[in-house]
């Protein structure tokens, strides 16, 4: 084992055994959140934790003393950093973020779905989870700091055409449209009247349409 010797690896076991203990007590001492619920700087903190804590495992040279020492400063920061956050607003958006609506009123917001970083194959992912399946069906989603969806729904009674989320249906999308609507553009959900072919959406400037559904949604 290049020189190192055999009693050396039961060292690594008990120093890996510390670690993880240090690791389980810091981390429960920062809160109930869970893994989806982290924000950026609880992730930075999970990493710096991490990377503290691996070297001491298997290094011989490297001391359990130091790696404590860095658990203890990076723990005393992120409560310092929590609750400057809790008292100065603004320092709570740098570090936290903002919740933004993806859907207002059953229309997509286009600037913050953009701004989101989600494609739309993984937004409509997230709304099939939770049995929706078209645009109609939706009134209200905003994405939270944490990257979790907070979603309200139309009742059956205010269900309205919406531009179908499942896989299938979308395939059957047309540049072509004229005459009696809607239609729903495949990028934005718009819903257009044409009253000439090959219309462009006035929302995201897309070419293509579908036939839109109102089925009601089933939970």
């Not at 893994?35 to 495992?57: R, W």
């Not at 607003?89 to 600037?111: A, C, N, Q, R």
């Not at 989870?129 to 729904?153: A, D, P, R, Y």
């Not at 009674?157 to 809607?182: C, H, M, N, R, S």
Request: some cysteine.
């Amino acid at each position: 084992m290049n020189g190192m010797p055999y009693s050396f690896l039961l060292e690594v076991v008990l120093r890996s055994v510390i670690m993880f203990v240090i690791i389980l007590v810091t981390l429960r001492a920062s809160g109930k959140r869970g893994i989806k619920q982290l924000s950026v700087f609880e992730l930075v903190l999970i990493i710096g934790l991490g990377s503290a804590a691996g070297d001491p495992m298997f290094y011989e040279d490297v001391g359990i003393l130091q790696a404590l020492t860095v658990f203890i400063v990076v723990i005393l920061l992120y409560i310092f950093v929590t609750k400057l956050a809790d008292k100065v607003t603004w320092f709570e958006k740098v570090m936290e973020g903002e919740p933004s609506y993806l859907i207002k009123d059953g229309k997509i917001m286009m600037d913050a779905f953009k701004a989101s970083g989600l494609t739309k194959d993984e937004f409509f992912s997230e709304l099939r989870v939770l049995n929706v399946e078209h645009l109609g069906q939706v009134k209200t989603v905003l994405i939270e700091t944490s990257g979790l969806f907070s979603v309200l729904f139309y009742t059956d009674e205010e269900v309205k055409p919406g531009l179908p989320i499942f896989p299938d249906p979308l395939l059957t999308k047309v540049k072509q449209v004229y005459g009696a609507g809607p239609f729903a553009c495949v990028d934005c959900g718009q819903l257009e009247n044409p009253e000439q072919e090959a219309h462009e959406c006035p929302v995201c400037s897309c070419k293509e349409w579908i036939v839109p559904i109102s089925t009601k949604r089933i939970s």
